[in-house]
């Protein structure tokens, strides 16, 4: 119902302002990400604005909702357009396809707001090997964002029932898993970066906190030492959310409250965001 999800967009952004009011007051910088796009998700998870027309248009005019109202703003530093999208059907002949879509948008986007940097996501949840079939939007001050989960019977075991007990570094589904082996899993990400000097944003990554030992700590050390290593900008997923993912909590997933003393995760993230400069 799209007059309903204008009146939630309202409200959203409504919120989101005064987040953005302490982001500026606390020099932090913030992705505006469209995490529900209008229409939602078709039951195989492609994105319903890909196939009917209408939808589409709304996520345009919900994006130029935003550029107009959050132009300039100091505490912004990106529009990110959608997340995680997924295509398994191709769109209707004729009409764009999810990349298209999202070029789509980033045109109207720049039309009301040239400079603020703008974020694109690859197909079937963000993931590396969507980039082995893109190419750089024609999209001045474009960024590419990737999600990074894998293995992902490590990083989510317990999640959904899953199996727990999985170690990194270790074998995990009969290949061996280690900083090598994540690193061969982003080459699609590298490799597009080097061929077109393109700007990488890790947008999500994470380990969940009940892995055992120190698993999670190393797994987190090994993905930020790379992406440091290729210049790429990263956020950790997530900050006072869901528990499953805190830094604040120990091992035990059936303990909700936060550690008294700072887990090693934590102080992994403190050493690194210690670097940041003040905007």
Not at 31 to 55: C, F, Q, T, W
Not at 172 to 192: N, Q
Not at 247 to 255: A, C, F, N, S
Request: glycine share 8%; charged share 25%.
């Amino acid at each position: 119902d799209l007059a309903k999800y204008d009146a939630w967009l309202d409200a959203e952004l409504d919120d989101l302002e005064k987040a953005l009011e302490a982001c500026k007051k606390y020099g932090i910088l913030a992705v505006i990400d469209l995490h529900s796009p209008p229409g939602g998700r078709m039951p195989n998870r492609d994105l319903v604005l890909i196939h009917e027309a209408k939808y589409l248009d709304a996520f345009v005019a919900s994006w130029q909702k935003i550029a107009r109202r959050f132009k300039g703003h100091p505490a912004v530093w990106a529009y990110d357009l959608v997340n995680e999208p997924v295509q398994n059907l191709p769109p209707a002949e004729g009409k764009p396809d999810y990349w298209q879509a999202q070029i789509l948008v980033a045109k109207a986007v720049r039309a009301i707001d040239p400079d603020t940097p703008i974020v694109f996501e690859v197909d079937h949840w963000d993931g590396a090997e969507g980039f082995r079939y893109i190419e750089p939007a024609p999209i001045p001050r474009a960024i590419y964002q990737v999600h990074m989960y894998h293995p992902g019977p490590f990083t989510h075991q317990g999640v959904h029932g899953s199996p727990t007990g999985v170690v990194y570094p270790g074998p995990i589904g009969g290949t061996l898993a280690d900083k090598e082996a994540l690193r061969r899993h982003l080459s699609p990400v590298r490799e597009f970066q080097l061929a077109y000097n393109a700007h990488i944003y890790v947008g999500e990554f994470s380990a969940i906190r009940w892995a055992p030992g120190d698993s999670a700590y190393q797994y987190l050390r090994d993905c930020i030492e790379i992406f440091e290593e290729y210049g790429w900008d990263w956020s950790y997923h997530a900050f006072r959310e869901w528990d499953g993912w805190s830094l604040e909590h120990g091992p035990d997933p059936k303990d909700r409250n936060r550690t008294p003393t700072p887990t090693d995760r934590l102080q992994l993230m403190l050493g690194w965001f210690a670097k940041n400069q003040k905007p």
